[in-house]
């Protein structure tokens, strides 16, 4: 049975598994008002899916056509768009925003304040440290040629990314590969190796003792 707090707001429809919590504030399943300058995807959202044991805490926000896995801590005023799939055992910090069109893999941590972009891909068991912000247009809407390029980073399993950090649209962050903070991340970035600096460049291998 779910336990949902007097003052949250819950859609009707939205699926919520066995344990959930929603606590003071919270709203899931909301329906996104979209600009009419916007070029997100118009349609008729499905409703919202919450997995065994997930908590959603204290002003926090999933939107409807989310699919939330089980066990998942959304932290307070955090804010899940749609379209966003996150797996099992994800932890969102506080304040933290993962747009639309986003995949987010099982076991991930994303820490307090964090930005992630539309049309992402976080993989397994990734780190992602306060204030990362992540990108997804070259062009910061100008041009008519963005649209079919616009696309957020792909980070592999088991890469963490340090305070701070940039990320340019598009990069790839290879798997186990680590971020230094304040990087400014411009092409992609080799598995098992730290980066540093801006524009981040190869500073040595992970240790092998740090690797999963």
């Given at each position: 049975m779910?336990?949902i ?6 859609y009707?429809?939205t699926v919520?598994?066995?344990g959930?919590k929603?606590l003071e ?7 996104p ?6 070029t997100?995807?118009?349609e008729e959202l499905?409703?919202a899916?919450?997995g ?5 805490s204290t002003?926090?926000?999933v939107f ?5 896995g089980?066990?998942v ?5 955090s804010?899940v768009?749609?379209?966003v799939?996150?797996g099992?055992?994800?932890v ?13 893999g099982?076991?991930t941590k994303?820490?307090a304040d ?6 992402s891909?976080?993989?397994e068991?990734?780190?992602?440290a306060p204030c990362?912000?992540t990108t997804n247009?070259?062009f ?8 079919e ?5 792909t980070?592999r399993?088991?890469a963490?990314v340090?305070g701070?950090a940039i ?12 971020v230094g ?6 092409k ?8 540093v600096?801006n524009?981040a460049?190869?500073l040595?291998?992970v240790?092998e003792?740090?690797?999963l």
């Open positions: 779910a336990e707090h007097p003052s949250a707001i819950v009707p429809g919520l598994g066995e959930v929603v504030g919270a709203v899931v399943g909301k329906q008002t979209l600009s009419p300058r916007s997100a995807r118009r499905p409703h899916e919450l065994d044991g997930t908590v959603i002003g926090a926000i409807a056509g989310a699919r939330v089980a066990r801590i959304l932290g307070d005023q804010c768009r749609e379209r799939t996150i099992d055992d994800v969102v910090g506080r304040g933290s925003l993962i747009e639309n069109d986003t995949t987010i099982a076991l994303i820490q964090a930005y992630i972009t539309a049309y891909v976080l993989e068991s990734v780190f992602i990362v912000v247009d070259n910061m809407g100008r041009t008519e040629r963005r649209h390029l616009v696309k957020g980073p980070i399993r088991g963490r340090g701070g990320l340019c649209p598009g990069v790839e962050i290879g798997e186990e590969a680590f903070a304040g990087a400014v991340v411009t992609d970035v080799p598995a098992r190796k730290i980066v600096g524009p460049r190869v040595r291998d240790p003792d740090e690797l």
